[in-house]
């Protein structure tokens, strides 16, 4: 019995080895098997999408198994470094046409920083039909200033009646109305109770800014044209408004005969700049922290450098300045009441070119006076201009080579005063502020003028690009 049961003993012992043997054997397969599972999933997916044949994998997962630890990590390095230079190239594929449009985004700024960008655009714009000219009706008295927002969807314009209207340029439609007051109800009125003279956007179309006979500038919250608050400084009519592009930096010029700064975000009062020898009547600026001024009577344009504390003063005009504008960081073009347009280089103190009698003139014959220069505007950073008059008409010009010369392109029909004018950012559009008297005074009325904005679509010719995309 004994030996039986050590026979059986010794058997189930020998029966266990096997067992024993025959699981480590499984074991070792099955991890075998991960391992080589595991290494099949280290390969690349681009491997895998080929499809290699199989006796190629089984060569390659024998070499990998056959691999140290430090060869397994340089290979799994490599791997991952070949698929991040794959990912960047296929980025860079993809990315390479928003690049070229940030490089050429970024050298235009840089260009006009420095007043070198040019587009040359003129050429391209065609007469519009009378028939297209838009009229908004809704200010009782003469409009006598105007701007247009920076996404160009909406038209804010001012008035002799003390109005503020803002229009939604699409449809026409007036969105909101701030009416003006009647003269001593300056503490109770919310808005102006004086003819408004001027008027400004900042760059983001967040503050609206209006000067008025009054003295007063009123900031406004141009979305909702919400009255926030105002400023007052000038001892006289303030007849020029301009937000330095890119801040909340607000430029004023008055006929008190100086220019203030002032910080609209901060509700701040800055400094007060003196020069002129006469009432100032226009007033613009771009990005740099400059200004430049008409003079009136003084027959000046004079650039206001803020942070050096000095000013450059031009002379060329035979009358009253009555208005100017900028062109780029380095030119301007200016208009009077002796019918001439000027333009200007900040770099020369006289004008490179002067246009006599830019409108014509009027009067019984032998007794002929030139039609004042009532409005200027420039397509920014392009070779386009505009000036208005009370001849009936706007007209179109294209800055010459070095802006050495003024060429006229077209005129458009609007009669009365050309009070105001404006080009949309995109250039597609010209709004004309119209009235039956000058913006600055009583002299003289045209009956049969309506008092309104005209809406002007530019039309342009097809580039010689799109008419061969076209074909």
Known sequence: MSSFFIKKKGSAKTDGNAVGKKRKATDSGKSRGALKKRLNEEISSDSEAEGPPRAKEKAVEDDHLEETAQEKKLRLAKLYLEQLREEEERAAENNSCETDVIAGRLQEEVLEQKGKLKRLVAKDYLPPDVADLRLLRGHKLSVTCLVISPDDKFIFSASKDCSIIKWDVESGRKLHTVPGGRKGTEDRHV??????????????????????????????????????????????????????????????????????????????????????????????????????????????????????????????????????????????????????????????????????????????????????????????????????????????????EGFRSLLPLFSIPVTGFVNSLKFSNSGNFLVAGVGQEHRLGRWWRIKEAKNGLYIIPLKKQPSEQSTANGD
């Open 191 to 400: 808005g102006h109770t004086a003819h408004v003279l001027c008027m400004a956007i900042s760059s983001d179309g967040k503050y609206l800014a209006t000067g008025d006979m009054n003295k007063l500038i009123m900031i406004w919250e141009a979305a909702t044209c919400k009255h926030l608050y105002k400023f007052t400084g000038h001892r006289d009519a303030v007849s020029g408004l301009s937000f330095r592009k890119g801040s909340h930096d607000l430029y004023s010029a008055s006929h008190d005969r100086s220019v203030k700064v002032w910080n609209v975000a901060e509700n701040a009062y800055v400094e007060t700049l003196f020069g002129h020898q006469d009432v100032i009547t226009g007033l613009d600026s771009l990005s740099r922290e400059r200004c430049v001024t008409a003079g009136g009577r003084d027959q000046t344009v004079r650039v206001w450098k803020i942070t050096e504390e000095s000013q450059l003063v031009f002379h060329g005009h035979q009358g009253s300045i009555d208005c100017i504008q900028l062109i780029n960081e380095e030119h301007m073009i200016s208009g009077g009441d002796d019918g001439s347009l000027a333009m200007w280089s900040v770099n020369r103190k006289k004008p490179l070119c002067t246009v006599k009698q830019a409108h014509g003139s009027y009067g019984d014959t032998g007794l002929e006076q030139p039609c004042w220069i009532s409005s200027v505007a420039t397509l920014h950073n392009s070779d386009t201009v505009a000036s208005g008059s009370h001849n009936s008409k706007v007209q179109l010009w294209r800055c010459g």
